[in-house]
């Protein structure tokens, strides 16, 4: 298990999977503000599926999860093999896939929906890291 750890900026991998280098925090202070709360753990597909179930009643792994906790704190997951097999689908690679998705997670913790504001800060931030 790997763990990274701040005040503000905690993330850990209960995976076996080697997460590729990613501007997590950086992307998260764009986007949250440096001093929102924000955990990205890391998960196995199994686990994903089992958290998708209980909050979105879908029995079928995701490969990214949001879940906002308080205003200025949240939580992230992601499951990497579901995040591969999404990046094909995209024709996007592994690493540019993984950093969209978290962008996309960070958006919705900032209260966003799905919609043209959603896309449109996503496109802002995607251009900022070259994404």
Sequence with gaps: MTVEMSKT???VN????????VAFRAIKDSVLGTKYSLSVIIVPPARMKKLNTIYR???KATDILSFP????EGEIYISPSEA????KKF???????????FIHGCV??????????MESIETQIRKKFRI
Excluded: M, V
Aim: no cysteine.
């Design 91 to 101: 024709g996007r690679a592994y690493e540019n896939f993984l950093a969209f998705l």
């Design 57 to 59: 009643d879908k029995e």
């Design 84 to 87: 591969k097999k999404e990046a």
């Design 14 to 21: 209960e995976t076996d999977a080697t997460l590729p280098r």
């Design 108 to 117: 919705h913790l900032k209260g966003h929906d799905h919609g043209s504001t």
């Design 69 to 72: 906790l308080s205003e200025n």
């Design 9 to 11: 900026f905690n993330l």
